[in-house]
């Protein structure tokens, strides 16, 4: 399918005209509300066939599938300020634990991001995924400056377009569509990249070519890139290029001040026993903190309660519990126990299915819970810290998917933590 913009129209033409009548009955409403995203007007849309004989055009925009239209960037104009960023500074809560990650990333908007690269580095739900979002909000929203574009993307978005670009033999369009006319890239979770030789390569190249540009990149990882394993020095050289901040947990202060903001955006008065409950229960994660008061609040007002002390510990009773740290015995038995596996089946070689589901599980926990190093919790598994990594973001992965496994994790945490 390829397809080019005239005047409001969108114009694809499929390869024959049973594409085309498919597309036209199937997905037509689809692409339009999809284009009318990245476009900012709702397009007309034209499909048809090449007339017998003549070739299609070469491919100009992405394949359509039924569920969406999978474009390759978002790429905000500066003089057309975009809607779909979700957070930017205004509701960003700062606090010691990430005040260097926030000014940061204000400073470089401020320098219109000639300046240095910058590396976020956080657990799952501290922010960086937020400031990162900020800035492109933040600079789609400028007037007067000399950006021309941001280009907002997840490695595994990256990957998963490069992998296509390959297949179709488009690596050079590939290549030019991100090279061209950008001024910032912000790329998330960067870990990904680990022991993807061809796809560090590629992004070592973009990097160099961006960097000789003038142009800049914000990362971000779950890890600091000295925890990062089979990823290229040069690549791994890059990330520390720049400025490092890392995102901490939030200190007491901090979670109280975040119940307050969330609970005044709902336009709900919580009660200071409320609030401290929720703040000493909920330490580390501030999306799951966000969460419980809105589900505080609709029960609230669902039910035509008042909000106390028991209405909130019933909805706390569907969050994490988080408390003292752990030590590994603690996790390697709760696992054990989870599974119903001896700990000889999680430091075998086995590579089957639920064994390494339970190794995946013990890796998180401990990351989680301790302060161990990667290579630390490792050799209590005979392992090395780039498999450990490895489990670690394939279990973050499926609990950000919300998937089946990332259920059972869920639940194995609160498990653990009650």
Avoid at 341 to 356: A, E
């Amino acid at each position: 399918m390829t397809g080019e913009i005239h005047d409001r129209t969108l114009i694809l033409t499929a390869p024959n005209e049973f594409v085309a009548s498919w597309v036209r009955e199937r997905l037509q409403e689809t692409i339009k509300q999809v284009s009318s995203d990245i476009l900012g007007f709702v397009p007309d849309i034209s499909v048809s066939a090449p007339a017998k004989g003549q070739a299609a055009k070469p491919a100009m925009i992405p394949k359509v599938s039924q569920e969406r239209l999978s474009l390759p960037l978002e790429y905000p104009q500066a003089s057309q300020p975009r809607c779909n960023w979700r957070f930017s500074f205004d509701d960003f809560v700062v606090g010691n634990c990430n005040q260097l990650a926030y000014a940061a990333c204000t400073s470089l908007c401020r320098e219109q991001v000639h300046s240095f690269n910058l590396f976020l580095c956080s657990g799952p739900g501290l922010g960086k995924t937020h400031l990162l979002q900020a800035i492109g909000h933040h600079l789609s929203c400028i007037q007067d400056h000399s950006l021309k574009q941001v280009a907002y993307i997840s490695s595994e978005q990256f990957a998963n377009q490069m992998i296509q670009a390959i297949k179709h033999k488009a690596i050079d369009q590939f290549k030019k569509r991100f090279r061209e006319n950008i001024d910032l890239l912000l790329l998330e979770d960067i870990h990904f990249f680990q022991g993807k030789e061809k796809m560090q390569e590629e992004l070592l190249s973009l990097i160099k070519t961006l960097e000789g540009n003038g142009s800049r990149v914000v990362f971000t990882s779950s890890f600091l890139p000295k925890e990062l394993d089979k990823v290229d020095s040069q690549l791994t050289s890059y990330f520390c290029s720049g400025l490092l901040a890392p995102i901490q947990k939030p200190d007491f202060d901090l979670r109280m001040r975040l119940v307050q903001r969330k609970a005044a955006q709902f336009d709900i008065t919580l009660p200071q026993p409320v609030c401290e409950l929720v703040a000493n229960t909920i330490t580390s994660d501030v999306r799951q903190l966000e969460s419980c008061i809105q589900n505080i609040t609709l029960k609230s007002r669902l039910l035509h309660e008042e909000v106390s002390p028991d209405l909130a510990r019933e909805v706390l009773k569907n969050y994490s519990r988080e408390s003292q740290p752990a030590d590994m015995e603690t996790i390697i038995n709760h696992v054990c126990r989870s599974f119903e596996l001896q700990l000889t089946k999680l430091q075998s070689k086995s590579r089957k299915k639920q064994i390494v589901m339970a190794r995946n599980a013990a890796f998180y926990l401990a990351r989680r819970y301790t302060n161990l190093s990667l290579k630390d919790i490792g050799q209590h598994f005979n392992r090395r810290h780039s498999t450990v990594l490895k489990g670690i973001t394939s279990m973050e992965k499926e609990i950000t998917r919300d998937s089946v496994v990332g259920r059972q994790m869920l639940r194995m945490t609160e498990r653990f933590e009650s």
